[in-house]
Each structure stands twice: as C-alpha cells, then as structure tokens.
C-alpha cells in the first residue's frame, strides 16, 4: 500500500524557514531548497509553492500567528525546525518509513540513476531540452550551447555529447541503431517517452524550471 504525504501544521515552520531564507520571500519552485524540502517531506515542489504563496499573502490567521511569532527572530525559529526533524520521520527517515511503501514521483528525478550514478532523470530532461536545440552536426563538444550546459550540471561537455548521441537512438526520425551497449539508453528512453507528443512545449517549460536546482 502506498503512503500519500498529508499536510501537517508543523510542516509551515519548516517552509517559513525556506521562505525567510535571504533573499526573503518566494523562492523558485525548484530551488535546491525546495527540492531538498520536498524530498524530506515527500511532497510535491509545486505543492510546496502553493503553501509558500499563502505565507506570503500572510492568508490565514494561523500563518499570520506564526509570522509574528518567528519572523523576527530565526534563531527561535531555527530551534523549532531542529526539534521538529528529531521526532519521529525527521532524522530517522529510514525507521520511519520502515516496512511502507512510499509512492515516489517527483523524487527519482533528482536521485542518482542506478545506470549511471553521474546522471539524474531530472539531468536528461535538461539534456533533452537541449537536443531539441541542436542538430546532430552540432551535438559536439565544441558547441557553445553544449558548453554551456555542461557548466550549468556540472560534467564534462564530452559527457554531454555522449546523452545527446545517446538520444539519437531514441528518435525515431534518425533509425540509428545501438551498436554497442548503452546504459543509459533505456533512462533516456523513459524521459524522451515521457514527454513525446508535447511539440517541446512542456519540455522547454520544464527543463527550464529545473535549471534553477542546479545554479
């Protein structure tokens, strides 16, 4: 059976914290922060934004009570969020969910592939975004824009073309074919699947979102 996160008062301390984090105030749906948090808390980035919305609007009374009673004083704040994470699912995530099921989604996008450990889905989406950029005579380490990607994830512009090669075998339109063995032929797979049939509008939309958890 698998868990769903359910919301929990507690969890505004801990998204007030992210939120008064300098610069104050919202911070971009998948910002390192939000992303860490949402993988702690199993909720989604995009649920986390909603809440984060409504501390900036200060829209309940409850949230009105706990910006006054920690916006001006982190320290008091930082100590509330510590013992949070001590009870029981914080700092013992692994006992927690000991023996359950956790329906992971958004999570395996920023966890290491077991194909490839330098890679992450949310990685490929990116290197995706970017094959739909170029033409195969451009996909070289030599091109700015690959550079430039390379840079942003942090590998080697080698590296870059080797996903973007390896993307030439999931388009249909080229019928290469995969003469030595690919490990991360069938992650690609899946991420040029998942947004197959969107004519690059969800894809660019999403990549770019994304890039801002790696600046």
Not at 25 to 31: E, I, L
Not at 66 to 95: C, H
Request: glycine content about 4%.
């Amino acid at each position: 059976m698998a868990k769903n996160s359910v919301w929990q008062d507690d969890y505004w301390l801990m998204l007030m914290q992210a939120y008064l984090r300098r610069p104050v105030g919202m911070k971009p749906v998948y910002s390192r922060e939000m992303v860490e948090l949402s993988m702690e808390l199993h909720i989604h980035p995009k649920a986390l934004n909603r809440r984060m919305q409504q501390i900036d609007r200060l829209e309940t009374p409850r949230i009105e009570r706990i910006w006054k009673q920690y916006s001006t004083n982190p320290k008091r704040l930082a100590r509330a969020v510590r013992l949070l994470r001590e009870m029981n699912g914080f700092g013992a995530a692994d006992d927690f969910y000991e023996g359950v099921e956790v329906q992971e989604t958004f999570e395996r996008d920023f966890r290491p592939l077991a194909e490839d450990k330098r890679f992450t889905p949310a990685m490929l989406i990116i290197l995706l975004d970017l094959y739909y950029q170029l033409t195969p005579s451009t996909m070289i380490s030599e091109t700015p824009d690959v550079g430039e990607v390379a840079k942003l994830l942090k590998i080697s512009a080698d590296e870059v073309v080797d996903v973007l090669n390896i993307y030439q075998l999931c388009d249909p339109y080229l019928n290469r074919v995969d003469i030595n063995y690919q490990p991360l032929l069938a992650p690609c797979q899946e991420i040029w699947q998942r947004f197959d049939g969107d004519e690059g509008i969800t894809l660019h939309q999403t990549a770019d979102e994304i890039r801002v958890f790696f600046k």
